[in-house]
């Protein structure tokens, strides 16, 4: 689809690109630092910010001047690591045969996928947006 288009059919719908953008953002990074234990400078990289500076600039504009790091201490969960965990499997014993016999299977890590919003697109510059677990 051509930018313009987009554009046009955001207009139409009364939403802006750079608003949409910021609500996925923002719940993209409300999702990171609540189940995951990754450093600010890794999800400030994950979503597309040159710097971490920026991000927290950024997140203190969504979240109504609170920093990530405050974001986070406010929103105790427990701690998800990204980096997936090899499942144990029990080795067969030596009788089992087969070409597989005694190796470990790695099966993929299901990674949390975010909740759905259920919150229409706020208005207003400087308002914070909301987050689907932050009661914005």
Not at 17 to 45: G, Y
Request: glycine content about 6%; charged content about 25%; hydrophobic content about 30%.
């Amino acid at each position: 689809m051509h930018r313009r288009t987009l554009h046009r059919h955001l207009r139409i719908e009364g939403l802006a690109f750079r608003r949409v953008a910021d609500e996925v953002r923002f719940e993209i990074a409300c999702e990171l630092l609540a189940n995951t234990d990754m450093a600010l400078s890794q999800i400030a990289a994950a979503l597309k910010y040159s710097e971490s500076s920026a991000f927290t600039r950024a997140f203190r504009r969504w979240s109504g001047r609170q920093t990530p790091s405050a974001w986070r201490a406010s929103h105790p969960r427990v701690r998800k690591s990204r980096r997936p965990r090899r499942p144990h499997h029990p080795r067969p014993g030596p009788d089992a045969g087969g070409p597989q016999a005694g190796r470990a299977t790695f099966t993929d890590p299901v990674i949390p996928q975010a909740e759905e919003a259920s919150h229409a697109s706020p208005s207003g510059r400087g308002r914070p947006l909301p987050c689907s677990d932050h009661p914005g």
